[in-house]
């Protein structure tokens, strides 16, 4: 009996959990199928089937029949539409095990919604409609399952009742699957002919397709093994909050995400390589003597070693690694397209770095597998990157352990998650390369000029009036006998930046070679005066972090655009509205003015004489200009 087979009750033991995710072409019969799921495992109330009813009868693509995919479509564009867009997470129970599962879209636009629920699913159920075959979709949802890390598939060939319950039908399906999956890594690929709709070998065993002698859905749900996958995995131990309730107790409290640890065990922190043992594990419910993978725990040590919030803490023997460079499976999930050298924040687990994507390595056509050449990544586009962060990272290759070589890539400005990535391995810096030691200093060279070096930094629209005040600063420093240098944007594209167009990833390389010139001008204890639209505040961000805080002066040239239009010294704005010029700042290419920049001028209410003075009364008090 179904009774006996599947209950909504929690049982007094407790159970493992399966995460599983649906998967497939759009159509193909995924909410239909999790919605038979819920049915037969007696997971509606009464009052969802009156609604579910009135709804079918209303959205619903069954004729009078009960459509089932209304269950888990919850979005009222999905159900008008009828089909998914977000990602719709469902509980259910059976006697053996619990069940999490993901619904997600099959549209191809909504890959990055399918990527998200794939991440932490330990198998996925990849649906094909028996009319239709071995699609495109099919071949990018497996792909992606299979780069995210996820071994264990079933092939549900759904909508069997439409071709007759045709084995020859379900057979040729699956030669075609298989001999495309052969190289995915697969661990495990169980095909089972379905009808979601009338729940042919979803629950139970069917009739119709007598032929067929695997397991059904449920049982094959039930019985996966799981625990294996953890089996071995080394102890990984982030440490999310740091726990002081008073001065006599000093906890780190986290969730083991890997392996286990007991009291009295060697543990180290990743980053800084200090090494202590654990003195007790602290739980709600008392104190354990070994916690386990899942369990969420605080650790108190024996020693007084610094660890805070972000640190991975894991056995000595069995190190994570640890580098600021590493080459990664990116998945894009923005609209506004990756660029290389942009400064982004980084999170893996519960540490948090700047870093910037170095370099794409090739582009992944997740449809042919194949590897192209790209400048850039676009919404739901895979590319291979090499990336660098601002201090080490500590982590393990995905393939190893996916909750310590996954991370997601954030804007700093939207805050937007904009990617999601999968470790593949640590880039090691060049042994052969290491810093020259000079005898002579910035200290030493600027000393010898009575100033302190620095960077000025212009920033606005175009015909703001940035090169105009920066020309007058200079003048003004020449005649007090000061040592300045003024980098201009339009002189350097004459000579080091001529090979740079004006494209998202050009102009953020064009900020960074000047950034880093400013730098090596500073080094030498040049007070540098830098004037550049630099539309980005990620970019002027990275060229801050090139010098001390107090060596950066980020001067907000604040022109409204009407104006800057009016002005037109170069005829740009016209040409850039006529369509003649393309990514011009202010038209089809956004500003990003400054949040907080040192100094603020404002054109409409000061000449330009006055502001270049207010730039240099900011350099006194500031003691950037000696005696």
Known sequence: MLAKAITQSVQAKPKDQLRFITCGSVD???????????????????????????????????????????????????????????????????????????????????????????SNAQLAIILIDARKGVLVQTKRHSFICSLLGIRHLVLAVNKIDLVHYSKETFDRIVADYVAFASDLGFESIVPIPISARHGDNVVNRSGNTHWYDGPCLIGQLENIDIQSDRSGQA????????????LDFRGYAGSVVSGSISVGDDIVVAASGRTTRVRRIVTQGGDLSCAEAGDAITITVEDEIDIGRGDLLARPTERPELADQFVAHLIWMDEDQLVVGRNYILRIGSQTTAASITAINHRIDVNTREHLAAGTLGLNEIGFCNISTARPAAFDPYEVNRRTGSFIVIDRYTNRTVAAG??????????????????????????????????????????????????????????????????????????????????????????????????????????????????????????????????????????????????????????????????????????????????HLRTMEQTPEQMAQTVIDVLMARAILGG
Not at 75 to 86: C, K, N, S, V
Not at 235 to 246: L, S, T
Request: contains cysteine; charged residues 30%; glycine residues 8%.
């Open 235 to 246: 102890f990984r131990f982030p440490v999310q909050w740091v726990n002081r309730p008073d």
């Open 28 to 118: 193909d019969g995924k909410s239909t199928l999790i919605g038979r799921l819920l049915h037969d495992s007696k997971m509606i109330y009464n009052d969802q089937m009156t609604a579910l009813e009135r709804d079918s009868a209303k959205h619903g693509t069954t004729g009078r029949d009960i459509d089932f995919a209304l269950l888990v479509d919850g979005l009222e564009a999905e159900r008008e539409q009828g089909i998914t867009i977000d990602v719709a997470y469902r509980f259910f129970a059976t006697e053996r095990r619990s069940f999490m599962v993901a619904d997600t879209p099959g549209h191809e636009q909504y890959t990055r919604n399918m990527a998200t629920g794939a």
């Open 422 to 599: 999968m470790i593949a391995r640590p880039l090691r810096r060049a042994t052969n390369v290491a810093w020259q030691p000079v005898a002579v200093g910035r200290k030493e060279r600027a000393d010898l000029k009575n100033q302190k070096p620095c960077i000025i930094w212009f920033t606005g629209l175009s015909g703001a009036g940035k090169s105009t005040i920066a020309n007058i600063v200079d003048q003004k420093l020449f005649a007090m006998s000061r040592h300045a240098m003024l980098l201009d944007g339009d002189n350097l594209r004459h000579g080091l930046n001529a090979d740079l167009g004006f494209s998202e990833v050009d102009r953020t390389e064009n900020i960074r070679r000047a950034g880093e010139v400013a730098k090596l001008m500073a080094d030498s204890g040049l007070i540098v005066i830098c004037s550049f639209i630099s539309p980005h505040g990620a970019e002027r961000d990275m060229v801050r972090s090139l010098v001390s805080k107090e060596e950066f002066v980020e001067v907000f040239v604040d022109t409204p655009i009407e104006e800057c239009a009016r002005r037109d010294p170069k005829g740009l704005y016209s040409k850039a509205r006529s369509g003649r010029i393309r990514n011009f700042t202010g038209i089809d290419a956004s500003y990003e003015a400054p949040i907080r920049p040192e100094i």
